[in-house]
């Protein structure tokens, strides 16, 4: 069963949709989501945060936010989102 992910920037919905490995930096060090992850609540640092679906992946840039997953659910909230090097997010 794949990931539901939710990536949303203070001033606009960035993406939306199925993937198979969310990976993000946070306050306490870096994490990686699957399917089956049990629910966790994490404060995102600057950084990157890598979405991997069945077709490719890419990696945005974002300020800081949230990091919230629940039954295969993840969603990313953060203050400014920016797309990095690969794919754009519509791609995925």
């Not at 994490?31 to 609540?41: C, Q, S, T, V």
């Not at 679906?53 to 800081?64: C, K, Q, R, Y």
């Amino acid at each position: 069963m794949p990931l539901q992910v939710e990536l949303v920037a203070a001033d606009r919905s960035v993406w939306s949709g199925e993937a198979t490995l969310v990976r993000a930096r946070t306050v306490d060090g870096e994490i990686g989501i699957m399917a089956g992850h049990e629910p966790l609540l994490a404060v995102l640092a600057e950084g990157e945060v890598s979405v991997t679906g069945s077709g490719g992946g890419t990696t945005v840039h974002v300020d800081g936010g949230f990091f919230s997953v629940d039954s295969d659910t993840v969603t990313i909230v953060a203050e400014t989102v920016r797309e990095g090097a690969g794919r754009a997010v519509e791609d995925l």
